[in-house]
């Protein structure tokens, strides 16, 4: 009854995906990762069974998540009192990861029919950028020797995700076909986003299901307990509002999986403040320090600062860290030094966001579009170079990467007198196919004219994507760049709009429902 089971769930995926069936064995050859695939394939007797009638992406794709589910168990029974504090910090950071990663294999191998080929890479590539996350919690803490041994790392669930990738498609995504593209709606918006949250962007007023007040006006004193107060209150998974009025609020915020479409607005940038100071420094793994997290799917915050003040001598400290799938960030300031604006994982939309750091400080492996925003390079500590990006991409099939388009790249207060004194890059590449696009964009005199910075020696700089389009500026001028295999100027249109948020982000798909205004394509 089992077996069965597993055939008819396996054959409705094969409609999901779209693999053509073949010779699985034979196909693992073309996978980056063949011996780990001829070993699932082998020894398992269920997809022994199967595989007689069955797509390999489907074998695949059900042995990742097979092995995911292993390694949640495994690690769960562990006894974490065995632990120093700080590894046990990195291992609770690891758990929560797998778990969110088995939510994502099983929304793969539960939506037959509903799942769409840019989904399919979504998620397999978020759960690859929690594979690489738990990893660098124990490098944070200089504890790579125990990494080895650590079920999150043994299992080969990483190997068997970039096989999936391999096999459910490679990106760029190519552009809408002439005349299919999703339209636009009234307003310049995109039809991702619903009428009803383009109303609550675009209102002046905000009718609020809940306030959050310092002073005991409203129903909360802090977000925090607004936030697991919402959970209790709301019904369904309409919008949830909650309006956080003036005040600086200090506390850590996370927003958890379980607490979906829920939206923040303040009264402004520097008005309603969250603020803290945790880092890596002090026993916070960079995953950890975020002021705010936001996780469940489909969060928005509008009009608000998000800051982290542990300052440049600390180092890792993050502001805001979004894993929030079709999460938007409107009129939101972001304020630290080094990783201050976590783009984790997931697709994420920011428009006319204020955002100041010095080292990484808009980083991660979501697919994350910059708008229309402002980039304050600030002054960092003597021996430091600023760096604005520093994209995780660590699979050539992920569909991931950071796009900044239309935006302003300047010295801060704090750096503007000195700025002379100090060399500040466009980003360097944090993991081997590291992807980042300025397009259209104005950078400032402060930007060294190589542009671009190497993490360590030639790591990366063949793999990587690194594109210039249309850019102005003292800054902005590429007859002095770096000469990487991996970095070019763009000069076409059409390779310039696979990063717009039209079809890098498929923003006309969902964000018109959120109400934030954006430009879909090129200016």
């Not at 007689?52 to 794709?61: A, C, K």
């Amino acid at each position: 009854m089992l077996k069965q089971a597993v055939c008819l769930f396996s054959l409705s995926l094969a409609l999901v995906l779209g693999v053509v069936s073949g010779d699985p064995i034979t196909s693992c050859s073309q996978t980056p990762y063949p011996q780990v695939c001829y070993s699932f394939l082998n020894s398992d007797p269920i997809v022994a069974h199967a595989k007689t009638s069955l797509g390999f992406g489907q074998l695949n794709l059900q042995a990742c998540r097979d092995r995911a589910q292993q390694v949640q168990q495994l690690a769960s029974s562990f006894h974490m009192g065995l632990l120093d504090d700080r590894a046990r910090g990195a291992w609770a950071d690891c758990l929560e990861l797998s778990q969110v990663t088995v939510g994502h294999l099983n929304r793969l191998t539960g939506s037959a029919g509903t799942m769409s080929a840019e989904d399919v890479q979504t998620w397999l590539s978020a759960a690859m950028a929690n594979q690489e996350t738990c990893r660098n919690g124990f490098l944070d803490f200089n504890l790579a020797p125990q990494l080895p041994s650590l079920p999150f790392t043994s299992n080969n669930v990483s190997q068997l995700l970039s096989n999936s990738l391999a096999v459910s498609g490679s990106d760029p995504k190519p552009l809408p076909k002439p005349g299919g593209g999703r339209r636009l709606l009234s307003g310049g918006f995109p039809d991702w986003v619903s009428a009803a949250d383009r109303r609550l962007l675009q209102s002046s007023t905000v009718k609020a299901n809940l306030v959050v007040a310092k002073d005991g006006s409203g129903n909360h004193k802090t977000i925090s307990e607004a936030v697991a107060a919402s959970v209790k209150l709301r019904s369904g998974t309409s919008r949830f509002v909650i309006y956080v009025k003036a005040g600086v609020y200090s506390e850590n915020v996370e927003v958890t999986k379980s607490m979906t479409n829920l939206m923040l607005v303040g009264d402004g940038i520097d008005k309603t403040v969250v603020t803290g100071s945790r880092n890596v420094q002090d026993g916070s793994t960079t995953f950890r320090s975020a002021t705010f997290a936001a996780v469940g799917n489909g969060f928005i915050a509008r009009d608000m600062t998000f800051q982290n003040t542990a300052g440049p001598q600390k180092h890792q400290a993050v502001a805001l860290r979004s894993g929030s799938d079709l999460s938007v960030f409107y009129r939101c300031s972001f304020k630290g030094y080094q990783d201050t604006l976590y783009v984790h994982s997931q697709r994420q939309f920011y428009r006319e966001c204020d955002v100041y750091g010095t080292v990484d400080f808009i980083f991660g492996d979501a697919v994350a579009v910059l708008q229309n925003c402002n980039i304050y390079i600030r002054r960092p500590m003597s021996n430091q170079k600023n760096t604005v990006t520093a994209q995780g991409r660590t699979d050539p099939n992920e569909n991931t990467g950071i796009s900044i388009h239309n935006s302003r790249v300047t010295a801060a207060s704090d750096l503007k007198p000195v700025q002379g004194s100090f060399k500040s890059y466009l980003g360097r590449p944090w993991q081997r196919y590291s992807r980042t696009v300025f397009m259209q964009s104005n950078l400032d005199s402060l930007i060294d004219p190589a542009g671009w910075l190497e993490w360590s020696g030639n790591f990366a700089l063949s793999t990587l994507y690194y594109g210039e389009y249309e850019n102005t500026g003292a800054g902005a001028d590429t007859s002095k760049r770096v000469k990487w295999g991996g970095y070019r100027v763009i000069t076409s249109a059409t390779e310039a709009a696979k990063f717009t948020v039209g079809n890098f982000l498929s923003g006309n798909s969902w964000l018109p429902a959120t109400g934030v205004p954006f430009t879909a394509g090129l200016l």
